[in-house]
């Protein structure tokens, strides 16, 4: 296993094992910003911001400012975190992003090997909006193409909160991929936002099926078993695993699991507070319960990450 620091401009910490290469951006919301496997990236990262040896294509100051809505978004790629529900109406729903602290700010990072693995920790600012400083806890271990990640969420505010967690991965897609979101009964499958075109899914047994390139679009699953994975024809394949608790409440009319699927739009989405979609990609969502969060409470969900 290697461990190593590189970039200025863009701080990154790199662990490369026989079988994976992770590489994170702890100053840029802590993300994970790449992910390959057998040579082949799975994470998408954004053309217009870096390269594909991850450095900035213009500098990183230069990056939009994020000041006026998701039409100013520096949208990176990679995989973050940040707590749900999200809207825009007050102050129980986040409000991003764009955001200062959770989606770009500086995290703190440090690491430690162990003879079978390494730890990756990412922590944030304590982010004065939603009270929170989450924190990432990434275990790679010396073989094999699973790891863990565990995110914990504590109120840092003098007020209770109640928050979700909620993982973001942004994926790299390839003709022939699909979605695959797998249930244990009946599925539900909610539109939680159609933006152009037409997306339609189909089934594998219960498994629902999300072909990508046919429109901009998000959908909700509340009775999915808890994972959701991204394959192709020829073999590659990403997947976030949850064990979803037996009781509670989820945001967005209780899904456990939400899809985000995109492709290039001729204009901004209006509705979208001017989104302009410019690439194809899809973004595999996986949430914990609402959980009220006392001043100093804390909650916590592992997501267990399968790579091939």
């Known amino acids: 296993m290697i461990v190593e620091s590189r970039g200025d401009d863009l701080p990154l910490l790199a662990v490369t094992t026989p079988d994976l290469a992770l590489v994170f951006a702890p100053s840029c919301g802590g993300r994970l910003l790449s992910l390959v ?17 991850l450095t900035p294509i213009v500098p990183v100051a230069a990056w939009p400012a994020g000041t006026a809505g998701m039409s100013s978004w520096a949208n990176l790629g990679g995989s973050k975190t940040w707590p749900a529900p999200q809207g825009w109406s007050g102050p129980g729903e986040w409000a991003g992003p764009p955001d200062p602290v959770l989606d770009s700010g500086a995290w703190a990072s440090e690491w430690t090997r162990e003879p ?142 939400e899809v985000w ?16 979609p410019t690439a194809h990609l899809v973004e595999l969502e996986v949430l914990g319960p609402l959980t009220v969060l006392p001043p100093g409470g804390r909650s916590e969900l592992e997501i267990a990450w399968s790579a091939s």
């Open 116 to 257: 079978s693995s390494v730890e990756v920790v990412l922590t944030s600012p304590d982010d004065p909006r939603s009270g929170l400083r989450v924190t990432r806890r990434f275990t790679i271990p010396a073989t094999g193409s699973s790891f863990g990640e565990r995110v914990t969420f504590e109120n840092v505010s003098a007020t209770e909160r109640r928050w979700a967690i909620w993982e973001v991965c942004q994926v790299a897609t390839a003709p022939g991929g699909v979605v695959v979101v797998p249930h244990d009964h009946d599925p539900l499958e909610l539109d939680l936002g159609s933006y152009e075109g037409a997306v339609s899914s189909s089934l594998e047994g219960r498994d629902v099926v999300l072909p990508f390139g046919s429109g901009v679009a998000k959908r909700g699953y509340p009775r999915a078993s808890g994972s959701v994975r991204y394959r192709e024809p020829g073999g590659a394949s990403l997947r976030l695993a949850t064990a979803p608790a037996l009781e509670g409440e989820w945001p967005d009319g209780g899904s456990k699991v």
């Open 37 to 53: 496997v057998d040579g082949r990236e799975l994470l998408w990262r954004n053309p217009e911001l870096v390269s594909a040896t």
């Open 261 to 276: 699927l995109q492709r290039p739009t001729d204009a901004p989405i209006a509705s979208l507070e001017g989104l302009h």
